[in-house]
C-alpha cells in the first residue's frame, strides 16, 4: 500500500481546516488537506447569505465568497488537497500519527504525518435525536438540508413551513423560505429565549413578521404521506401544556436544533472528548490528549461565527508548526473548569502564569455579569465586567501574563449582576 | 417625541439600539458601540435596505443554482420585484466570483453579482 508522507495532516477542507492548512503551509511546513466531498469550502457553500467575514476579512462577505478566500490563501501558500478522500482511522506511528486514507484518486493509501489538525465541523440534530411523536411523512427537513436542497440545486421544499428551533441555520432558512416564495408559519423554541444571534431575529423573522413561540415545544408532526399539520404547546413547570395545544397547518417542517461536533474518528483513535462540548478535550496549544493531535473549529466547540473558526484554526496550526519543530511551551499544565453560569470553557487545561486566551459561554441570558477567574481557594485572579450576555454569543476573553502565576487549577463563573 | 427600539443588524455583535425622533425630526441614536450602528439606525427611519442574497439558475442545468448578493443594500419596496427578476434568470456557466449577472437594477446603481466562481 502506498504511503503519503506529509508533515501536517489537515482533515477537513471547511473553513477550519483551510484556514490552518493555509496557516501551516505558510510556515513552510508541508501540509495537506483531506476532504470527504469533492470539493472545499464545507458547509459555507450553501450559505449563500451575508455576514461572514467582517473580523477576519474586515469585510462583509457571503459563505461561498468566505470559503474561497481560505481557500486561495492555503492553495497559494502551497497546501495540498486529497479530495473525495476519507480518513478511516489514526494509528499512533513512530514518526507520528498514521492515517489510513481511502481515496477516490489515490486508492487505499497510508498517510504519515508529524502532526494532525482535526477540522471535521459538525452536524445537525435531527428529528431523530429529539424522538419528536407524530407521522413518519416525508417534508421534515433538518435545516441545513432543506439549506443544501434550495441553495444548491434550487429544489423548494414546499408551500408553508414550520421552524422548530430558533438555532441561526433556522432563522436564516426563515428568511431564505420567504424569498424563495414559502410562508413561513412560525418559528417554535422550546427555551424561554431564542437560540440565535440577535440580529438573525431582527433581519430574518422581524423584518417579515414572522411570529417567534417562546418557551413552546412541538408536541407531534402530521400527515398521511406529505406533512399536513403539526401541533405544539406552550411549556408548563418543563412541560408541554396539551390543554392550551394548537395546530397549524404546513406541509414542511424544519429542525433547527444544535450542532453536534463530528468526532467518531476522534473516539475511535482513542482521543477524550468533553461531554459539556462534544469535542475534543485540549490544552492551550488546541493539542487533544493524544500528542501531535490539534482539533479547532466547529469539531473542537460549535462556533457562532466563521470568524472566530478561522481565527481558532490559525492558533491552531502555529501550535502544530511549534510540534513539529518540538518546541512545546514550558511548564505544568492546570486544569480550567466552568463553574456558575458558564456552560463551557475552552482551552480545558492552561500553563499558570502564561496570558490565556479563553473562549466560553454563559449556560443563560445575562443582562449584566462579573466574569471571575478564581484559583482553587477561591482567590479571584481576574474579574472583568460584561453585559448583554447570550448562549448564542460566544465570548472571547485575555488573560494578562501572571494572573494565574503559583495556581493548580482554576474555576471560571459569571456572577449576575443587577 | 417617538421611541424605537431596533437591534443593529450590520454585525454580529447586535447592538440594541434605542432611537428617539423629536417632533422637530431630530433623530438620536443610543446603545451602538461603533458608528455603523447611528448610520444603520437613521437610515431604518428614513429608507429601510437589506442587501438581498439568493440564487439564479444556471443555464442548461435544472439542479446546479449561482449563488449571488446585490452590490448594495436594496429598499425593502423593491426585493420582491428583483427576487421575481432573479428567478426568471438564467445564466450560462462558466461565472466568476463577482461577474455582474443584473447590472443597475431599476437605476438603483444596484448590481447583483454571483458570489461564486462556477464552471460546467
Not at chain 2, 432611537?19 to 431630530?26: I, M, Q, S, W
Request: with cysteine; charged share 20%; net charge neutral.
Amino acid at each position: 500500500m502506498k504511503t503519503l508522507e506529509y508533515e501536517i495532516a489537515v482533515i477537513g477542507g471547511g473553513a477550519a481546516g483551510l484556514t490552518a492548512a493555509a496557516q501551516a503551509a505558510a510556515a513552510g511546513k508541508r501540509t495537506v488537506v483531506i476532504e470527504r466531498s469533492r470539493e472545499l469550502g464545507g458547509v459555507l457553500l450553501q450559505c449563500i447569505h451575508s455576514g461572514f467575514g467582517l473580523h477576519y476579512f474586515h469585510e462583509e462577505l457571503t459563505g461561498p465568497e468566505y470559503a474561497a478566500r481560505v481557500q486561495q490563501k492555503a492553495t497559494e501558500a502551497g497546501a495540498d488537497f486529497l479530495l473525495a478522500s476519507t480518513v478511516m482511522q489514526i494509528l499512533p506511528g513512530k514518526k507520528g500519527p498514521l492515517l489510513t486514507v481511502y481515496s477516490r484518486q489515490e486508492g487505499v493509501v497510508w498517510l504519515q504525518a508529524q502532526a494532525v489538525i482535526l477540522a471535521m465541523g459538525c452536524r445537525e440534530r435531527c428529528r431523530g435525536n429529539l424522538g419528536i411523536p407524530g407521522d413518519r411523512v416525508s417534508g421534515v427537513y433538518s435545516a441545513g438540508t432543506a439549506q443544501l436542497l434550495l441553495n444548491r440545486e434550487g429544489i423548494v421544499p414546499g408551500k408553508r413551513a414550520v421552524i422548530v428551533g430558533s438555532g441561526d441555520i433556522g432563522l436564516i432558512m426563515a428568511r431564505r423560505l420567504t424569498w424563495s416564495g414559502v410562508k413561513v408559519a412560525c418559528v417554535l423554541e422550546i427555551m424561554p429565549y431564542p437560540a440565535g444571534l440577535s440580529r438573525n431575529i431582527a433581519q430574518c423573522l422581524e423584518d417579515f413578521g414572522i411570529p417567534l413561540h417562546l418557551s413552546t415545544s412541538i408536541t407531534g408532526i402530521h400527515g398521511r404521506n406529505q406533512v399536513e399539520s403539526v401541533t405544539f404547546a406552550p411549556l408548563v413547570n418543563g412541560q408541554p401544556d396539551l390543554t392550551q395545544e394548537e395546530r397549524v397547518t404546513c406541509d414542511t417542517v424544519l429542525f433547527s436544533v444544535g450542532l453536534v461536533p463530528e468526532n467518531e474518528l476522534s473516539r475511535d483513535c482513542g482521543i477524550k472528548l468533553n461531554p459539556l462540548t462534544g469535542g475534543a478535550l485540549v490544552d492551550e496549544d488546541l493539542m487533544t490528549s493524544l500528542p501531535g493531535i490539534f482539533s479547532c473549529g466547529n469539531v473542537l466547540h460549535v462556533h457562532d461565527l466563521v470568524d472566530f473558526v478561522s481565527l481558532e484554526a490559525e492558533r491552531c496550526a502555529d501550535s502544530a508548526v511549534r510540534y513539529c519543530a518540538r518546541e512545546r511551551r514550558p511548564g505544568s499544565q492546570i486544569q480550567i473548569a466552568p463553574g456558575a453560569n458558564v456552560r463551557y470553557v475552552i482551552p480545558n487545561q492552561v500553563t499558570p502564569g502564561q496570558p490565556h486566551h479563553l473562549l466560553l459561554r454563559t449556560s443563560r441570558p445575562l443582562a449584566a455579569a462579573e466574569l471571575q477567574l478564581r484559583d482553587t481557594t477561591g482567590n479571584r485572579l481576574f474579574v472583568k465586567r460584561l453585559r448583554h450576555l447570550r448562549p448564542a454569543e460566544m465570548i472571547s476573553l485575555e488573560i494578562p501574563h501572571d494572573c494565574t502565576a503559583g495556581a493548580k487549577g482554576l474555576v471560571l463563573e459569571l456572577e449576575e449582576l443587577n | 417625541m417617538k421611541t424605537f427600539r431596533k437591534i443593529c443588524i450590520c454585525c454580529p455583535a447586535g447592538c440594541h439600539l434605542t432611537v428617539t425622533l423629536a417632533d422637530d425630526g431630530e433623530i438620536q441614536v443610543n446603545g451602538n458601540n461603533c458608528p455603523r450602528g447611528d448610520i444603520y439606525a437613521r437610515q431604518e427611519l428614513c429608507d429601510p435596505c437589506r442587501t438581498v442574497t439568493a440564487t439564479v439558475a444556471a443555464a442548461g442545468d435544472p439542479h446546479c443554482r449561482i449563488p449571488v448578493k446585490s452590490s448594495e443594500p436594496v429598499p425593502l419596496a423593491l426585493i420582491d420585484g428583483l427576487l421575481a427578476e432573479l428567478y426568471a434568470l438564467a445564466v450560462p456557466l462558466p461565472v466568476t466570483m463577482g461577474q455582474i449577472l443584473l447590472p443597475d437594477y431599476r437605476q438603483t446603481g444596484i448590481n447583483i453579482v454571483a458570489t461564486r466562481t462556477m464552471c460546467p
